[in-house]
């Protein structure tokens, strides 16, 4: 079969390679402790919260869509600076393997759905009300390099709204009730932020040159490679603080020993995810980005999870 013959790829697999759709697991882990947080405590009636079918869909829903419409708009908005960065000049719009309409209806579609997934979960009217605050947040992250060094801290908090959101489509009427029952949320919430706020200018730092030639404001652009890195263990090192005060924002988690062992252990995997990064080594970023970040996450939701069992 010629070339001119040769079937046209999918386009759906396209699209979720051009989004990294795999990448999902970041976020997801976190949103599920959010979710097994919600259920174990009490709600203001003093019962635990019961959460059907129709709840988890929506929640898997909401996450699915929200980060599909984000990365679909990054690519969008991103198209010219990726097609003049030789790093990211074969993804898959300045390639040509997608074109813009077809990003633009991909997005479109995935904002409707993440919309009407927030719907699901009526009559708590939170996540419905807050659906397109919330989308228009995700997608402003793509436009924060251009004006603000805090590009990374911006998709820190965006991602970290996975698990308040859940907590507010589980819990609303508790938080309604008494807005300090969102603690234990906004406390995983922070660990999340610095957490991704931190590999994320690890990985800005492949494009420090590419970055200060074209104007963007990114962290590595502002202070060097070396100076980025550091800020970066800063950051790791807040989310850790806050990992170790999360059991403590809510006595009826009861986790102990097989928590804190999760988060020594998160502690050994950043020191090693940061010993693979120089500076003028920066070979192994995806090392640190991917295989790293993704056994943290998974680490995190098993052994809280294992804690709430044997509770």
């Known amino acids: ?27 997801l882990p976190f949103a599920c402790l959010a979710l097994l947080m919600a259920m174990q405590l009490p709600a203001s009636d003093g019962d635990r919260v ?78 419905l009300a807050g659906s397109l605050p919330v989308l228009a947040f995700l997608c402003g992250y793509s436009l924060a390099k251009r004006f603000t060094s805090a590009a990374h801290l911006w998709l820190g908090v965006a991602l970290s709204l996975a698990p308040i959101c859940v907590w507010l489509a589980i819990r609303g009427s508790s938080v309604i009730a008494a807005p300090a029952d969102l603690l234990p949320a906004l406390v995983l919430a922070a660990a999340v932020a610095l957490w991704v706020t931190g590999f994320d200018i690890i990985y800005a730092c492949q494009d420090e040159a590419f970055d200060r030639q074209a104007g963007l404001q990114s ?5 060097g490679a070396a100076g980025a890195l550091r800020l970066a263990a800063v950051c790791h090192l807040g989310m850790l603080v806050c990992l170790l005060l999360l059991p403590l924002t809510a006595s009826g988690l009861g986790w102990g020993v097989v928590y804190y062992a999760s988060v020594a252990l998160i502690a050994g ?8 990064v120089r500076p003028d080594d920066l070979q192994r970023v995806n090392t640190a980005f991917f295989n790293i970040n993704a056994i943290i996450s998974i680490l995190l939701l098993v052994a809280a999870g294992i804690d709430s069992w044997l509770i």
């Open 1 to 27: 079969m010629s070339a001119a013959e040769s079937p046209r790829p999918n386009r759906l697999r396209l699209m979720l390679e051009m989004i990294r759709f795999s990448h999902t697991i970041f976020a």
């Open 219 to 223: 962290v590595p652009a502002r202070l």
């Open 50 to 127: 019961a959460v059907g079918w129709p709840a988890l869909a929506g929640l898997l829903l909401c996450m699915v869509f929200a980060r599909s419409t984000a990365m679909a708009f990054n690519r969008l908005v991103d198209q010219r600076y990726d097609a003049e960065n030789p790093r990211t000049a074969g993804r898959h719009l300045p390639a040509g393997l997608l074109s813009r309409s077809e990003v633009t209806a991909f997005a479109l579609v995935c904002a409707a759905g993440f919309v009407g997934s927030c719907a699901l979960f009526l009559p708590n009217w939170l996540p």
């Open 269 to 276: 995997l950043l020191i090693y995810e940061h010993r693979l």
